[in-house]
């Protein structure tokens, strides 16, 4: 059995020609909407976009290898064989800037705007001071605030990021928005974007995220690799008092006996010398230990190539004033037609 489908034709010239017949209507609409988006256009702030594109180090075997090498040569093993892991990659760099941990770093960074780059404040202070809300939603921030319970407010130097006030977690809500982390698969290429009513600002947080971002991750990687010189300088420092005490004890058994013959004191003197020797022995390996743990760290330690560095923007990256007024011109023309087509009768039909 066949099925027919009836297909309706739209007539496009049709609706227009109804639509431009009644041109006094078409202009009524064109020019409230062209009105409303020159006002939402002017009260919409601009915002500008600072960029920094960085990649990291890939880690692989060559230093792990060449460190192996080395520590064998004076017998310390190091289980270098084989590839070296992370334990954090490129991959989760933007969970790394979507954790409060992170965020609440950036709270006392200071900066200042680009009308006034000798008044400096925090980034904190800024987002809350400065930021330009549209008149459109003061009505709605009305309406939570009477239902709001009272906050005391907090700020951004007395703080606690255990538990956070309301104004604090909406600013780091805020600037979870205005910062984002971009990472190249292929490349492994990181990109870091601010976004800010004032360009100064953008660029001078860009330039802060990352180095904040270098320290969080180069901390992050080395961070058993320090503990670990700190135990060997920690081990140093005791043998080395240990050697001291031992040489002096020798010396000043040998400055009181010089003239005595007595195989006793040949016997303590042996005693020393070879508890002398041994806590040189140890001394001198835990300086290898130390020597080694610091080179450890410096392999652990990544390195970051700035492929470009943070600029103050010139031009606003969100949308243009002029393109927000097309925009509302063309719903306007839009709604011009569903009322003549539709609207006028079904409004007649509600009427009657």
Known sequence: MNEKKEFKEIDIIGILKKVFSEKRLLVIFLSVFTVIGVVVALCTPKQYTSTVVLAPEITGMGMSQSLGDLASMVGVNLGTT?????????????DVFASNDFIIRLFNVNVSLLDAPDNKKTYYDHLVEDTQIPFWQYPMMWVKSLFAKEDDGGNGKKMDPFRLTKIQDGVCNDIKKNIAC???KKTNVITISVTDYDPLVSALMADTIQSLLQDYIIEYRTQKARNDMDFAKKTYVDAKEQYVKAQQL???YMDANSDVVLQSFKSKQEELENEMQLRYNIYNQSVQQLQM????????TPAFTIIQEATVPLRASSTPRSMIVVIYMFFGFFLDIVWILWGRNLFSKMRG
């Not at 743990?293 to 652990?300: D, F, L, N």
């Open 250 to 252: 020798y010396s000043s």
């Open 182 to 184: 971009l990472i190249d």
């Open 293 to 300: 743990a610091k080179m450890k760290v410096q392999e652990r």
């Open 82 to 94: 084989g590839s070296s892991t992370d334990a954090i990659y490129p991959d989760i760099y933007p």
